[in-house]
Nanobody, 127 residues
Framework: QVQLVESGGGLAQAGGSLKLSCAAS????????VGWFRQAPGKEREGVSC????????YYADSVKGRFTISRDNAKNTVYLQMNNLKAEDTAVYYC????????????????????WGQGTQVTVSS
């Protein structure tokens, strides 16, 4: 069982930046796909950015392309999401997720491709 803990959320102004972190309880990043998802009030959880270990591909939702960057530090068992030029519509609870391959859902950053989830961290962007 993998435990994931997110941190780094908070309040930011539009145009500002935040960096989210997701620490895993065990060494998984050499073998698992990883992803960041978000859920705004009244909306479904959506994929923001995912890295598929199967083919090394990285997915970004159209709404965050050019603004968000996913990265991994395997030595620290930690995944990051750098969020720049934040917008009010980025306000949501952000979740990290991991799962062993293979799954086509990991390449498309679909929540059905991920088994392990963090508890979420709130990101609020004021306009």
């Amino acid at each position: 069982q993998v435990q994931l803990v997110e941190s780094g959320g908070g309040l930011a102004q539009a145009g500002g930046s935040l960096k989210l972190s997701c620490a895993a309880s065990t060494r998984t990043l050499d073998y698992y796909s990883v992803g960041w998802f978000r859920q705004a009030p009244g909306k479904e959880r959506e994929g923001v950015s995912c890295f598929s270990i199967s083919d090394g591909s990285t997915y970004y939702a159209d709404s965050v392309k050019g603004r968000f960057t996913i990265s991994r530090d395997n030595a620290k068992n930690t995944v990051y999401l750098q969020m720049n030029n934040l917008k009010a519509e980025d306000t949501a609870v952000y979740y990290c997720a991991q799962s062993p391959p293979p799954s086509i859902f990991q390449r498309t950053c679909d929540r059905r491709g991920f088994d392990y989830w963090g508890q979420g961290t709130q990101v609020t962007v004021s306009s």
